[in-house]
C-alpha cells in the first residue's frame, strides 16, 4: 500500500536535497505527539553532506518547501522538519478507504508471485502437544497469515519431529515395560514410556545403548521398528489434530522428519563429493571453525543420522518443489547455532537460496514454576491449558451476563482468544510469563479487552440501526481524539508490512491495544449517538472503521471477533 500523503512529503524534499526517494521514505517518520506535525522528517542525514548543524537545515528547508494540498503546514521543530496535514482530507481519504475495503483494507500485493514457506509448530511424535509447543504453532501461523494478506503464496509445514533416536528409546521401554496391546494405547501411554525410559536410564547407562541399537534397526527398515514407529506416529496424529482444530490452525503439509529418509544418502554423498566433510572421532562432520562454529554432524559413529542431516535434505526437497522466494523456520531461540550451521552447509553447497533461509527464533512460555521439563514428565498439557482458559471464561460470563446468546462459542472465542492474545503480545525473542489473571483481565493489554472494545463498537452500531454511510461531512470530526484515532487506523496497513519485514506478530497485537485506547478514549469523552444526525453520522463512520480494523487485526493473529460479549 502506498501512502499518499508520504509520497508528497517524499516529492517535496527530493526537489530541495541530493537524496533519493528511497532514502528519504525510510527516514520519514510518525511523531509521537500531533502538536509536532502529522510526519516528520529528522535532518541529521543531511548534516554530514551539507555541513551545517541539523537545526538549521530544518529551518532553511521549511523556508524553501511551499506547502501543497493536502498539506496545510510544513515547520521546523528542532532538527525536524514537521508537516501538517489537512484533518479534512487527512480524515476522508482516510475513512473512506476502510469503508470501501473492509476485511481487505491492510492487504496489498507486494507478494504476488512470491513464495513463503514457513516451518513451524512441528512437535515430537509419541509427546503430548504441551505449552511449550504454543508458541512456534501461533507465531508461525500469525506469520502464516502476514505474508498471505501481502499477496504472497503461503504453504505451512508441521515440519514433525518423527525420526531420531528417541524413537529406539521409545521402542526399548514399550517392549520392556509397555502393556502389549497397542490399539488401546493413547499419547498419555506413549509419554509414560517416555519419562520412563529416562528414569530408567539414569540407573541403568546401558539402556542408551539399546536405544541407539533400535534407532538403527528402524533405519535399516527392521520390521517390527517399523510397525512400532507407525503405531506410536498414528496415535500422537489423532490428539495433534484435535488440539490444533481448537486453536484454528492448519497447515498445507502435515511432513516429518521421515518423509526425507530417502533423500538423506544421496545428501550426505553430495556433500562429500563437493569435500565439504571429513571423518572425526568416527563421526561424518562438515568442519566449520573458519565460520566460528563448531562442526556439523552428519552421521554418526554408528551411521544413523541427525537433525541437521535430515533439515539439509528438507531444505533442497522444498527448494526444489515450492520454488521458494524465503523460507522461514519458527523454532527456539535454543536452536540458533543449529539453523546458523544449516544455513550456512547450504550455502557451501552452492544453493543461493540459502540467503533466503530465516531462523524466526523465540523465547520460552513459562509459569511461575519455571520451565518444563518432557523428560521428567513435568508439563502443562496445551488441550488442558486451553479447556482450563473457556472454563475460566465461561464464569466470568455467568457472572457479567448470563443472558448473553450463544455463550458456549463466546466462552471458546474469548478463552482461547485469550491464550493466543497473551503470546503474541509479547516480543517474540522474550519469554512469556504466563498468569491467569493478566490473561483474562477484561481491562488490561488482554485478548478479552481487544474482542471487548470490538463487541462495545457492534453494540452501538446495533443501537444506530441504520447503514454506515462515508457520505458525511468530515470537517465534523475535528476533535483532538478524532484525529488521533483516525490517525491510528491509517497506520494499520504499514504495521503489518512492519510485522512481516521483523517476523513479529507483536507489533500488531500492541497497534490493536493502541486502536482500543483510543477508540474508548473517544467514546468515553464524546457522544457517538446524539440528537445532532449529521454528527452522529460521521462518528458512527469513524467507529466502523475502528470495528473493522480490529476485526481485521484479530484475524492475522487467528483470533475471532464478537460482535456480543
Not at 515440519?159 to 493413547?186: C, M, P, S
Not at 515450492?322 to 552452492?350: A, C, P, R, T
Not at 519485514?501 to 500492541?510: A, K, T
Not at 477508540?519 to 463512520?541: G, M, Q
Amino acid at each position: 500500500m502506498i501512502d499518499q500523503f508520504r509520497k508528497i512529503i517524499v516529492s517535496l524534499l527530493k526537489e530541495k536535497t541530493d537524496l533519493i526517494e528511497d532514502e528519504i521514505d525510510k527516514c520519514i517518520e510518525i511523531p509521537p505527539d500531533s502538536k509536532m506535525g502529522d510526519y516528520a522528517f529528522p535532518c541529521f542525514s543531511l548534516s554530514k553532506t551539507l555541513k551545517k548543524p541539523p537545526n538549521k537545515i530544518a529551518s532553511e528547508l521549511a523556508e524553501q518547501i511551499s506547502p501543497v494540498n493536502p498539506i496545510n503546514e510544513i515547520k521546523a521543530i528542532g532538527p525536524y522538519l514537521n508537516f501538517f496535514l489537512d484533518k479534512k482530507i487527512f480524515s476522508e481519504v482516510v475513512l473512506k478507504k476502510i469503508s470501501n475495503e473492509t476485511d481487505l483494507y491492510g492487504s496489498d500485493a507486494i507478494g504476488t508471485d512470491k513464495t513463503v514457506v514457513i516451518d513451524y509448530s512441528s512437535p515430537n511424535i509419541a509427546k503430548h502437544l504441551a505449552v511449550h509447543h504454543l508458541r512456534s504453532a501461533l507465531i508461525g501461523n500469525a506469520l502464516y497469515n502476514i505474508y498471505k494478506e501481502l499477496g504472497y503464496k503461503c504453504v505451512g509445514i508441521n515440519h514433525l519431529g518423527d525420526w531420531g533416536t528417541q524413537f529406539g528409546q521409545l521402542i526399548v521401554a514399550y517392549r520392556k515395560w509397555g502393556e502389549k496391546n497397542l490399539e488401546k494405547y493413547t499419547i498419555t501411554d506413549l509419554n509414560k514410556l517416555y519419562v520412563k525410559f529416562h528414569q530408567e536410564a539414569e540407573k541403568d547407562i546401558h539402556l542408551e545403548d539399546e536405544a541407539r541399537e533400535w534407532f538403527k534397526k528402524l533405519e535399516n527398515g527392521d520390521g517390527e521398528a517399523i510397525a512400532l514407529w507407525k503405531r506410536f506416529k498414528d496415535i500422537s496424529l489423532l490428539e495433534f489434530q484435535r488440539v490444533y482444530k481448537m486453536l484454528g490452525i492448519q497447515f498445507d503439509a502435515f511432513v516429518g522428519e521421515s518423509f526425507y529418509n530417502t533423500m538423506v544418502d544421496d545428501t550426505v554423498l553430495r556433500i562429500q563429493k563437493k569435500g565439504l566433510s571429513c571423518i572425526s572421532e568416527q563421526a561424518l562432520i562438515i568442519d566449520l571453525e573458519r565460520y566460528n562454529m563448531p562442526p556439523c554432524l552428519l552421521r554418526k559413529k554408528d551411521d544413523t543420522t541427525l537433525y541437521a542431516t535430515r533439515d539439509i535434505a528438507a531444505a533442497e526437497y522444498r527448494s526444489a518443489e515450492y520454488h521458494f522466494d524465503k523460507m522461514i523456520y519458527v523454532v527456539g531461540s535454543e536452536q540458533k547455532l543449529h539453523f546458523n550451521q544449516v544455513f550456512k552447509v547450504l550455502e557451501l553447497m552452492g544453493y543461493d537460496w540459502a540467503n533466503n533461509c530465516v531462523h524466526v527464533d523465540f523465547g520460552l512460555m513459562k509459569f511461575k514454576e519455571g520451565r518444563m521439563s518432557t523428560r521428567k514428565g513435568m508439563v502443562v498439557l496445551l488441550e488442558d491449558l486451553l479447556i482450563e482458559a473457556v472454563e475460566r471464561i465461561k464464569k466470568i460470563i455467568e457472572e457479567k451476563n448470563p443472558s448473553l446468546k450463544d455463550k458456549e462459542i463466546v466462552a471458546n472465542d474469548v478463552g482461547i482468544g485469550a491464550v493466543i492474545f497473551a503470546d503474541l503480545s509479547t516480543k517474540r525473542n522474550k519469554d512469556v510469563i504466563f498468569d491467569w489473571d493478566t490473561v483474562l483481565n477484561f481491562e488490561g493489554e488482554t485478548g478479552p479487552y481487544v474482542q471487548y472494545t470490538h463487541a462495545r463498537l457492534c453494540s452501538i452500531l446495533r443501537k444506530y440501526g441504520k447503514a454506515v454511510t462515508s457520505n458525511i461531512d468530515f470537517a465534523l470530526l475535528k476533535e483532538d481524539d478524532a484525529i488521533n484515532l483516525i490517525k491510528v487506523l491509517w497506520q494499520y496497513p504499514f504495521v503489518l508490512l512492519k510485522s512481516a519485514q521483523f517476523y513479529e506478530p507483536s507489533l500488531i497485537s500492541n497497534y490493536l491495544i493502541d486502536v482500543c485506547a483510543k477508540v474508548n478514549k473517544f467514546y468515553n469523552s464524546h457522544r457517538v449517538l446524539s440528537e445532532d444526525d449529521d454528527l452522529t453520522k460521521a462518528r458512527i463512520l469513524m467507529v466502523n472503521a475502528a470495528r473493522q480494523i480490529i476485526k481485521n487485526g484479530l484475524k492475522i493473529l487467528g483470533m475471532h471477533a464478537p460482535t456480543e460479549m
